[in-house]
């Protein structure tokens, strides 16, 4: 087994898999952190759908995929959060009906164009045989984006999470902030669609913060904890779909599963014993 | 005394519902003011509007000076019980208002933060969740956060709704000091003017106008027929026992 994964390293398609899926481990669990605790996780989830309608628009209009699929992600990401203040429609049906628009759309789109079906697929569950250099220059070009934006505003944005309100009387801008991580959503959602699929891509928005949230930590050893751990997972993730011929995206979000209900179980136990012994 | 802010015939609309009309009052330097009245009464929109939150449809507020606001919010608003963040964090985001782009909070803002938490008592708890603590606790977290700026007015919004009759007189001994010690002016939106009213040195009774301002005393003198008296029954045994006194 040993030998085989060493192989792997020798082909390019490996590294360029392995430098896209770190660079959305680490995009994905900072954005994560502020949409999970905001409660905002359905965005991710609406997105993702989003993502497969603007990826088959590129594929039916013979334009690279991902840069048709980052203008409109982004601006629908911005709808999404802002639906509720202007529109008389809650947020979760507004997520709902754009989800579901965005699939018919994109399974009409294959039907009609019927040659890229195969493709499609691959954008669905992740793949990374069809990983091109383009793609990593995007991704680690969009993580050193996100990273260093979630550095500069940490502070805005962890009073914002916290309470939307007090961030507000303290003179943070907080509806320009929300359009930021909107921004960074959407296109933390399009980098990761190579690797991970538009179907599961929104398991890596939530997974790494409630994973990290099981160590019972503060917030930026939170965030800290969500991205060394969704690191290790996400090439654990790869090496094992590589071994064992499975779509990278089902691989890795089940690995989050199992870690999740490992983590979850143990505290469980925990919990249980201390209870026992008072 | 100096006034600090200054409201001038203020009326905020909702759509064609005025929450507020017409309402004018000042507030001084050290001043300690109730604002009561029933739900729905302009409470929260007042206090919205001093803050900037919301604009005002006429009228205006203005401040004397920059102001610098503490704000506690509702405690019931704020029980997010797995919310990964630890005390200090929390009452670090009161420095904000005081920090330049790219906000850093340094060795300075720490020391301020240890203080604050010497003040109310919870040192021992600066590296806990916000989780883990009680609902008193949590309540002293947000207060830290309102007062680690050094705020010339602070600005409380129902803080005691959900807490017990011996933690609210305990909250309420512990702003009538922080009044007292450092004169910060403190406006307390309240519905229970029965335990606050020994500690406040003015009262504002709101039912979308300014029916009333003045002492806790006139205001027993003089509203005991207002609406707020009825539904609130602990508010005029309060009256009556402050009239024993």
Known sequence: MIETLLQAFSYTFMWRALIVGIAIAISSSFVGSFLVLKKFSMIGHGLSHVAFGAVAIGLFTNQAPLLVAVPIVVVMSIFILKINDKVNIPGDAAIGLLAAFSMALGTTLASVGGGFNVDLNTYLFGSILTIRQTDVYLAVLFSVVIIGVVFLYYHDLFSMTYDDQFAKVTGIKTSNLNTLLAILTGITIVIGIRVIGTILISALIIFPTVIAMQFGQGFKRTILIGVTTQVIIVVSGLMLSYLYDLPSGSAIVLLNGFVFLAISLYNGFRRLKTAYEV | MNALLKVDDLSVKYHRFFALKDVSFAIEDGEFIAVVGSNGSGKTTLIKTLMKLLKPYRGSVEYIRTPSIGYLPQHTTMLERSFPATVEEIVGTGLLNKKRFPKRLNKKDYDRIHEVLTYLDMTSHKKKLIGELSGGQQQRVLLARAMVSNPDLLILDEPTSALDQSMREHFFHLISHLNRDYGVSI???????????????????????????????????????????????TSATACVGGENQ
């Open chain 2, 187 to 233: 406006l307390l939106v309240t519905h229970d003017i029965a335990t606050a009213g020994d500690y406040v040195s003015r009262v504002l009774y709101l039912d979308q106008t300014l029916k009333f301002d003045g002492s806790f005393r006139e205001f027993c003198e003089t509203q005991p027929e207002s609406p707020f008296i009825h539904t609130h029954p």
